[in-house]
Nanobody, 125 residues
Framework: VQLQAFGGGLVQAGGSLRLSCKAS????????MGWFRQAPGKEREFVAA????????LYTNSVKGRFTISRDNAKNTVDLQMSSLEREDTAVYYC???????????????????WGQGTQVTVSS
């Protein structure tokens, strides 16, 4: 699975942004998908994930109620709709694919098999 993330940019605090990740390869529908982010000087952190079927999602506490992850298996895409953005959301955002079936592992970066190149999100005050 090859992944390409796009949609990042500069947005004011309180604004919205939608990230998209396009996957190539036939096995997309067998992979759970996740979004991670990494701010300068910090470790990569989990943001959100969605299971292969799209039936279940998982969010880190700091984005619950503000971010929504979704996928379209017909188009091989996974999106992250971000609203009420805060300066603390500034980071490079990565999409990733997880071929495992353990729901609790979706927040763990090392459980992901494939990663996209990242897209920068900058939130200004």
């Amino acid at each position: 699975v090859q992944l390409q993330a796009f949609g990042g940019g500069l947005v004011q605090a309180g604004g919205s942004l939608r990230l998209s990740c396009k996957a190539s390869g036939r096995s997309f529908t067998r992979h759970s998908m996740g979004w991670f982010r990494q701010a300068p000087g910090k470790e990569r952190e989990f943001v959100a994930a969605i299971t292969a079927s799209g039936a279940s999602t998982l969010y880190t506490n700091s984005v619950k109620g503000r971010f929504t992850i979704s996928r379209d298996n017909a188009k091989n895409t996974v999106d992250l709709q971000m609203s009420s953005l805060e300066r603390e959301d500034t980071a490079v955002y990565y999409c990733a694919a997880n071929g495992g079936i353990i729901y609790s592992s979706l927040a763990i970066p090392s459980s992901y098999d494939y990663w996209g190149q990242g897209t920068q999100v900058t939130v200004s005050s």
